[in-house]
């Protein structure tokens, strides 16, 4: 068709090539390139689609006025946590998650919760009367939410422009398109143009803007890098175990990205956790553990997580392989390496299986000598001391490194009732806790027969 042009343009990246390419240049992914039809530019390079320049005389950062209340909570704690104190005014924040975790609902809470604020829910994926049963089994106050129901860009637009709301929620990105663009729904392009014109007429409006994005099989926002420069802010939603949800920043402009918000999944919706210090330590009814399990103390953002890692090794004939979701593969391949040579744990000749209790995904280096201590359990079947907590790093020379905010683990670890701790030699500490101090694998090894000594005679 006259005017028209084909190109090829990476579904995960935005690269565009003029002609279709196995594998992406830029990102290394594989066949994501797909075909689109896009209008050509005018002779003189204007665009009917780009939205008006704001018509502002340039001014001084002293004469900018900033409201009290230019960031406001969310009515959500754990949500208030990970955008860095609340919803910012004019900001922009794109949610992604799989299909089914709970986004359209997370989003309906937040626009419900959202206390003296006019806020709008644009679906493009469900129906006025979908939304309204969602909204009422999870009791949100109907009145307080606009539902508008349209896809098309130039509608939303013209809506948000003439009248003015404090928040508004778009369901889902993907779903957009524009008229003036021939490239399907969900294309890059059409994803990114109507970002870019979503954001642009928000930011006019003062409106803070939260869009919804799908997560594709890969796990990641499909076109994330095309559109993760237009927002301010980037959160991932992830599940970790039964109806627990995680929500994770990878990107804040306006705070860290180091805090994480969990929720349960009940039937009235998403509920906060409000004190998770021991929420991902399995419950068990005798006060003995079986081999493989250590426990470690983890810091999100301004709060200390205990967690539970988890080890199984079985023989395997044709060699060491490592099966692990909740931690690297390869840093637990390495750790088991640096067992094998320093403490003389055989571990070459074993499948080696590893998980994290309560699904929680863990990379900081403070886990390594717990791993470490969970895989010598399994592979010679001493159990360790229920009561006792380790945390440091492993260099594959064997010693055991110090780690940051060792005071705040170890309060942490007393706090949730464990007694024993195994530090880092280097590690400074003055704490009431019963300490024990290792500087390499083999003498933290030898440490855990002493602290099963102690423990049997306090008990």
């Known amino acids: 068709m ?40 005018s002779k003189s390079g204007k665009s009917q689609l780009v939205s008006d320049a704001n018509k502002i005389e340039p001014i001084t950062l002293q004469e900018v006025i900033v409201e009290p209340d230019f960031r406001y909570s969310t009515g959500i704690s754990e949500l208030d946590r990970v955008l860095g104190g609340g919803i910012m005014r004019g900001g922009t924040v794109l949610l992604g998650g799989e299909p089914g975790i709970g986004k359209s609902t997370l989003m309906l809470q937040l626009l419900g919760a959202v206390q003296g604020k006019s806020v709008l829910y644009i679906s493009g994926e469900e129906s006025p ?61 059409q994803m990114r143009t109507c970002s870019m014109e979503l954001v642009d007429a928000a930011k006019r409006q003062g409106s803070s803007l939260f869009f919804i994005g799908h997560i594709t099989k890969e796990g990641q926002i499909a076109g994330p890098k095309a559109i993760e420069h237009i927002v301010d802010t980037v959160l991932y939603f992830e599940q970790a175990g039964s109806g627990v949800r995680i929500i994770r920043a990878v990107k804040n402009r306006f705070g860290s990205v180091d805090e994480i918000g969990i929720f349960l999944m009940t039937e009235k919706g998403l509920t906060p956790v409000m004190d998770p210090g021991g929420f991902f330590i399995s419950e068990r009814t005798s006060g003995d553990l079986p081999p493989g399990i250590a426990f470690t103390a983890v810091i999100e953002g301004t709060r200390t997580f205990l967690v539970e890692i988890q080890a199984l090794t079985i023989p395997n004939k044709t060699g060491a392989r490592v099966y692990s979701e909740r931690i690297d593969t390869a840093r637990v391949t390495r750790i088991a390496a640096v067992l094998e040579r320093h403490a003389g744990i055989i571990l070459s000749d074993k499948e080696i299986y590893v998980n994290v209790a309560g699904g929680i995904k863990l990379q900081e280096v403070s886990i390594e000598l717990p791993l470490a201590l969970a895989l010598y359990s399994a592979a ?67 440490r855990i027969a002493i602290i099963q000594k102690h423990v049997s005679k306090r008990s």
């Open 129 to 189: 009367g979908q939304v309204s049963m969602r909204a009422q089994r999870i009791e949100i106050p109907l009145e307080s939410i606009t539902l508008f129901n349209d896809t098309r860009l130039e509608p939303v637009i013209d809506l948000i422009s003439n009248t003015h709301f404090d928040v508004i929620a778009v369901d889902s990105l993907q779903t957009l398109y524009s008229s003036e663009l021939p490239s399907a729904p969900g294309s890059v392009n």
């Open 2 to 41: 006259k005017g028209l042009s084909t190109r090829y343009v990476c579904s995960q990246c935005g690269r565009v090539e003029s002609k279709w390419l196995g594998r992406c240049p830029d990102c290394g992914s594989w066949n994501s390139f797909t075909e689109e039809v896009v209008q050509k530019q």
């Open 380 to 446: 010679t079947g001493v159990p360790l001391p229920s009561s006792f907590v380790s945390l440091g790093e492993l260099s594959l020379a064997g010693e055991v490194r110090p780690v940051s905010y060792g005071d705040k683990r170890v309060k942490g670890a007393v706090d949730m009732g464990f007694t024993h701790l195994l530090i880092p030699e280097a590690m400074p500490l003055d704490h009431q806790a019963i300490l024990y101090r290792c500087d390499r694998i083999e003498h933290a090894i030898e």
